[in-house]
């Protein structure tokens, strides 16, 4: 079957609705930004009530920001890694370090602004751990993956097509590069790598970041090879 994705900006990353026989939605976006979300159904013809499941590919308050209303809006299970799982369901205010120069500023001017940010709390229903967590069961061919190393909890979610949705495990458009590449923002940049082997071995033809346009996975094999 045919799947169809949507790019829904919710904030300053990204979103993807994401329609095959079923429909999920990745990331959640930042807080405040359901209305933008519900819009985006209007434009599609889309109930939100389709959306059967939201996956959060990590903890960070620009992903997980409006998840608790757009779960309620939709009435979709929530799925997250069980390493944060925390700051949905506490708050939890989650960073990551910056491993270029320009990823070091980059906090350090964040940080002037993270006290602002208020993560609404929700429940998690469907908890990922390391093991492959497949999609079938939502009407989606595919499957999510855990791909450690911008964060301990991160996740990807990777189409049988080849299309991987992989937070950000790569970024690709201003403010935080200005080509696709490798995360400037990372806990772990020895395990982004890994992770992203483990999704070229898995069949990685097109990159969707949460920053930026997608893009074909030849600028990450460049990156790493």
Do not use: Q
């Amino acid at each position: 079957m045919t799947v169809r994705i949507h790019k829904v900006p919710l904030g300053p990353d990204n979103s993807y609705i994401v329609r095959g026989e079923g429909t999920i939605l990745i990331d959640g976006g930042a807080p405040k930004k359901a209305g933008r979300f519900v819009s985006a159904c209007e434009k599609l013809s889309l109930k939100p009530e389709a959306v059967g499941l939201i996956v959060l590919t990590h903890g960070h308050w620009d992903h997980i920001g409006s998840a608790a209303e757009i779960k309620e809006i939709t009435g979709a299970k929530i799925a997250m890694h069980g390493e944060e799982k925390d700051c949905l369901e506490k708050s939890r205010m989650l960073t990551p370090p910056g491993v270029t120069v320009w990823g070091k500023l980059f906090m350090r001017i964040m940080a002037l602004f993270l006290p602002l940010i208020h993560i609404p709390k929700s429940t998690v229903d469907v908890v990922l751990d390391d093991e492959e967590r497949s999609l079938a069961d939502y009407g989606i061919s595919g499957r999510i993956l855990s791909t450690p190393g911008h964060s301990k909890g991160s996740v990807s979610v990777l189409l049988n097509t080849g299309d991987a949705f992989v937070g950000d495990l790569a970024m690709s458009g201003f403010p935080l590069r200005f080509t696709p590449g490798l995360p400037i923002l990372a806990e772990n940049m020895e395990e982004v790598r890994k992770s992203w082997k483990r999704l070229l071995a898995k069949g990685t033809k097109h990159v969707y970041p949460a920053h930026g346009k997608p893009f074909s996975v030849d600028a990450i094999k460049n990156a790493l090879f």
